[in-house]
């Protein structure tokens, strides 16, 4: 290996005069989807009621949202702030790893996601017997540790290549794809990088899908029609963000295989960063802060402020006023 460092690129075409504009986006996306999970994680470990088995799953895709945007913007931001593209090669080979672990990890959250709303539909009666915290908390640790197994088939070949030059990564980070490009000679390794990546995207997938045609025709079985609508409404915002999440993903890692599909760099690198950050950044908004049972303990919080407030003000005396 006689390359030391690897330089990231980002937006090949982008004007230097934009570098500060961009940098400013990537760092208030950040910090928004940081927050945006951590409030929920935050409210999750102050509320008892809420240590249930769905919530458990909404904490875990929080935690992990939380991870793969730290692992991958920063680098980014200082990219486009301070003109720092440099990384070390041992250190694009910890963030591509740890980019494609939380990629595999939320795939299987959504997996677990969905067998728990499969179970709570359609068998309502064992779900508590079936879905119990205990039980969700031994899912959630396997999803969590199973994860490094699939990136880390690529990040064994990778430390094992030889990287010649140049080392430019026309990517807003380092990634399996990327890397590849940079290799010397055979790149046989990304044919099984790529099959991984497959098996678990598109495996959960197609649990994901069957789930979800059992769930709505549960419901079309229904007869109580709110509930009909509630649980259409549910399995619609998850369908789109899950849309969101696959579809991209294909044809990103499925171009260099198929002639027909032809990607330019800046084209890539928007689609990745559109699958890899709208979906942390709204999915506490979509699977959380619009639960009624979250929004319940908001309004809850914010009136026992409102009556601490107006306590303080009556206690107050005329002299200290």
Known sequence: ??????????????????????????????????????????????????????????????????????????????????????????????????????????????????????????????????????????????????????????TINFTFASFCGPNRIIQAFCDTLSLTALVCGETNQYGASYGAAMFI????????????????????RMSNNQGKKKTISTCATQGFIIAIYYLPRFFVYSTPFFPNLTMTADKRMVTTLFYSFF??????????????EIQDIFKRWIQRQKTILKMDFKNVSPSQV
């Open 1 to 154: 290996m006689s390359l030391s460092e690897f330089l990231i690129v980002g937006f090949p075409d982008l004007q230097r005069e934009y570098f500060h504009l961009v940098a400013w986006f990537f760092f208030v996306l950040y910090v928004i989807t940081v927050v945006g999970n951590l409030i929920l994680v935050v409210v999750f470990a102050l509320e008892p009621s809420l240590q249930k088995p769905m919530y458990i799953i909404m904490v875990s895709l929080a935690l992990s949202d939380i991870g793969f945007t730290t692992v991958a913007l920063p680098k980014l931001i200082a990219r486009y702030w301070w003109n720092d593209g440099s990384i070390g090669v041992h250190t694009c080979f910890f963030q591509r790893h740890m980019i494609h672990y939380f990629g595999s990890l939320n795939s299987l959250i959504l997996l677990t996601m969905a067998l728990d709303r499969c179970l709570a539909v359609c068998f309502p009666f064992r779900y508590p017997l079936l879905m119990t915290v205990p039980n969700m908390l031994g899912l959630t640790v396997f999803s969590w540790i199973i994860a490094h197994i699939f990136p880390g088939i690529g």
């Open 201 to 220: 995207l598109y495996f959960p997938l197609g649990f994901i899908i069957v789930s979800y045609f059992w769930i709505i025709f549960s419901v079309f």
């Open 279 to 292: 979906p942390p950044l709204i999915n506490p908004f979509i699977y959380c802060l619009r639960t009624k």
